[in-house]
């Protein structure tokens, strides 16, 4: 069964730092890049961040450039997201989602096969 469970979501203030993770259960990321997307209520899920299966390659929705960094791990088939400087507007749940090609060139939703459940992440004070 293929599986992408994401975790680390949670209550922070303005300001603070989050790093949630993407673990696959049931096939190796190795050969996948893998994307984070996100969904206010009342929104369309939006790409935030993606990473080629090798990690040499990544993509920042604009709205989170220089705040948030996206690596793997492959020996753990594990991908993060690092978010710092966190604002009320990054309030949503972040999904993790598999690409099935080796690079990341999108984060339009549509483009990835496998999705996981979601983690909320709420930003407030």
């Known amino acids: 069964q293929l599986q992408l469970v994401e975790s680390g979501g949670g209550l922070v203030q303005p300001g603070g730092s989050l790093r949630l993770s993407c673990a696959a259960n049931?096939?190796?990321?190795?050969?996948?890049?893998i994307g984070w997307f996100r969904q206010a209520p009342g929104k369309e899920r939006e790409g935030v961040s993606c990473i080629s299966s090798s990690g040499g390659s990544t993509n920042f929705a604009d709205s989170v450039k220089g705040r948030f960094t996206i690596s793997r791990d492959n020996a753990k088939n594990t991908v993060y997201l690092q978010m710092n400087s966190l604002k009320p507007e990054d309030t949503a749940v972040y999904f993790c989602?598999?690409?099935?090609?080796?690079?990341?060139?999108?984060?339009?939703?549509?483009?990835?096969?496998?999705w996981g459940q979601g983690t909320q992440v709420t930003v407030s004070s």
């Open positions: 989602a598999r690409r099935r090609y080796e690079l990341c060139t999108t984060l339009i939703p549509g483009e990835y096969d496998y």
């Open positions: 049931g096939f190796t990321l190795d050969y996948y890049a």
